[in-house]
């Protein structure tokens, strides 16, 4: 399967929702890069159009492309939201986070009118988790979080759950908005709605990379068309 191709299918299908004067949340990470990559074309066509993004390198795409960029106030309304998913089951529970925005692109998605999920067909999966689930933390005493993080995944069942800070080059990696994430290999997770809930209650842990009950839509690509559910 062409991955890319599909990426771009579903960037094309969800570029079918987006209509002259919207306000639009920009997802990151390399399927929504394509989707940003299409806006910019309908602005050298003429179109108005605003976007508010998800991580610095989306803000910098989006402004190399021509899109207005407006930091949002309470009066905002966010029409449209395009992002892409690490996984994703089909009750369109996702896990995202895999390129460090979770927070971001959970703020987003959850304050617009609509969300479309875009991916390529291999992000489809029956149950979530064999894609290790961010989380992301604040850095003081993080330790104490993360021991928190496995007594609470232990609870939930997970009896030894391998969690990861993640790094570069021996190196802690910082979120945009200067947190540290914890990758956890669970899987499988067989209520994210619940582990979610009991995750986002331990203090210190500042959002998790479960996106339940948020999706309106998923467009899943390849190179032979898109299919979209709910269908």
Known sequence: MDKEAGKRLAAEQAATHVERGMTLGLGTGSTAKYFVEIMGARIKEGWTLRGIPTSEETS????????????????????????GADEADPQLNLIKGGGGALLREKIIASAARKFIVIADKSK????????????????????????????????????????????????????????????CALERIESPALLDKSLAGIPGVVETGLFCNIADLIIYGDADGVSIEPG
Request: a negative charge; charged letters at 25%.
């Open 60 to 83: 910098r795409q989006a402004r190399a492309v021509g899109i207005e960029l407006i930091t949002p106030d309470e009066t905002t309304i966010i029409d449209l939201a395009v992002d």
């Open 124 to 183: 489809r999966v029956v149950t979530l988790g064999a894609f290790p689930l961010p989380v992301e933390i604040d850095p003081f005493a993080w330790a104490l979080t993360v021991k928190r993080l496995r007594e609470v995944l232990f609870e939930q069942g997970y009896e030894s759950p391998k969690l990861d800070l993640r790094a570069a080059e021996g190196a802690p990696i910082f979120s945009d908005g200067g947190n540290l994430i914890i990758d």
